[in-house]
């Protein structure tokens, strides 16, 4: 009996073996618990992000040009005379190029203007010498058209008044 010590355990007491009991059940339990956590809550891809939109999102261009939105063809309020000499008048009218009346030539406005915006907008609109109908902006209103020519009248010396716009 004297190897009898050898295998004795270091539990020694009813209450030992009780605990060691527990520990053996609750150790396991909490290590299982913390590991299903941190694969739970781990950061996921959001599915929303591979949709088509969110992606054109993240890879549209930083600035955008919209062609012709603000005429009046595409449905948009009638471009200010500016607006219109601006973008189709000052080619010619601008410099004075092929003999346009320049913006500015009171002399020049002054003839014509002294026609009246009636004629003008009458020789405008269908073109004279080496102006094309219009000035080339077959688009154009004769409303945008109109004030477009009292823009550069008046830029020009003239006082004419801005015609009333069109009833629709
Ligand atoms: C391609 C060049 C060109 C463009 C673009 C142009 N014009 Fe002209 N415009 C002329 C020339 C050239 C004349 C002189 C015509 C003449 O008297 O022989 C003229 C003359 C005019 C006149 C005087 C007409 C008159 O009664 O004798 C008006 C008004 C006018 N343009 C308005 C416009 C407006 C408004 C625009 C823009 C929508 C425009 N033009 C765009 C070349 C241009």
């Given at each position: 009996m004297s190897n009898h010590d050898e295998h004795s355990s270091f539990i020694k007491t009813p209450q030992q073996l009780v605990v060691i009991v527990l520990l053996a059940f609750v150790v396991p339990v909490i290590a299982i618990v913390l590991l299903v956590q941190i694969v739970v809550k781990r950061p996921h891809?959001?599915?929303?992000?591979?949709?088509?939109?969110?992606?054109?999102?993240?890879?549209a261009p930083v600035g955008r040009i919209e062609v012709g939105a603000a005429g009046a063809a595409a449905g948009g309020a009638p471009r200010s005379g500016e607006d219109v000499v601006k973008q189709y008048c000052a080619a010619c009218h601008q410099t004075g190029a092929a003999?346009?009346?320049?913006?500015?030539?009171?002399?020049?406005?002054?003839?014509?203007?002294?026609?009246?915006?009636?004629?003008?907008?009458?020789?405008?609109?269908?073109?004279?010498g080496a102006m094309p109908p219009r000035g080339g902006a077959a688009d154009l209103s004769d409303y945008e058209l109109a004030r477009a020519i009292v823009?550069?009248?008046?830029?020009?010396?003239?006082s004419l008044k801005e015609p009333a716009a069109p009833s629709k």
């Open positions: 891809a959001d599915p929303g992000a591979m949709t088509p939109e969110a992606i054109a999102g993240r890879i003999g346009a009346h320049k913006i500015g030539d009171k002399a020049a406005w002054g003839k014509v203007a002294k026609a009246g915006l009636e004629a003008m907008l009458k020789n405008a609109t269908q073109g004279k823009f550069m009248a008046n830029q020009s010396g003239a």
